[in-house]
């Protein structure tokens, strides 16, 4: 059932995805484990970079001191005021600029990067928040993705498809099985950098992710 057919359905299922959601969405991405991945996928930003799935900010601390401004997009306020001592501790101004990586309110051409980290899962149209990414960026601005997807081993993929209707209601519209290498050509990027890993300690329904970079 699509996510947008639930919230009318459901009762409570807005005041879930409003309140409850953004918290412990929260505390599910301050995990250790993660650490490592936002350190990497961090590294070489530079200038001006469009966040898309900002979340509670749990990506400002490994930000390079290159950075001069991070322009946020997250559909979630209440997410955006849990992030408020990320925001004040941020050696660089950082100003939420759209709520939806679909339709994201900046000039073509005018980001020196972008960066996503564990949104593709969840934004209803993908393909086209990729290609709203590629129309943000300079030419020759970079991707910088980590993003959890499609497993290449049949036995977990085939669990991930059968879990993902349940992921998708309790963790507002997440895809366990979205195949990110094709998300990403489908959207106008190619990819430069690429490697698939399963985050040590996570289940691997979860922890099969993909980090990496891309040119439009």
Not at 83 to 96: D, S
Request: charged letters at 25%; proline letters at 8%.
């Amino acid at each position: 059932m699509p996510v947008d057919r639930l919230r009318r359905t459901v009762p409570g299922m807005s005041l879930y995805r409003d309140r409850v959601l953004p918290h412990a969405v929260n505390v599910a991405m301050a995990n250790k484990l993660l650490r490592p991945l936002r350190q990497r996928v961090a590294e070489g930003l530079a200038g001006e970079v469009v966040e898309i799935g900002f979340g509670t900010g749990h990506n400002l601390p490994y930000l390079p001191k290159g950075v001069t401004r991070l322009l946020a997009v997250e559909p979630s306020r209440l997410s955006v005021r849990l992030a408020g001592e990320r925001i004040r501790q941020a050696p660089f101004p950082v100003q939420v600029v759209g709520l939806d990586g679909e339709s994201i309110p900046l000039p073509d051409d005018s980001a020196d990067a972008v960066l996503c980290t564990w949104a593709l899962c969840t934004i209803p149209h993908p393909e086209q928040a990729l290609r709203e990414m590629a129309r943000v960026l300079k030419p020759g601005g970079e991707l910088h993705f980590v993003e959890h997807g499609r497993a290449p081993d049949e036995g977990v993929l085939r669990w991930q498809h059968r879990l993902t209707p349940v992921q998708k209601r309790l963790a507002g519209g997440c895809h366990l099985d979205r195949d990110i290498p094709a998300l990403l050509q489908r959207g106008g990027f190619g990819v430069t950098e690429l490697e698939h890993l399963y985050v040590e300690g996570e289940p691997r329904l979860v922890g099969s992710t993909y980090v990496g970079k891309a040119v439009a």
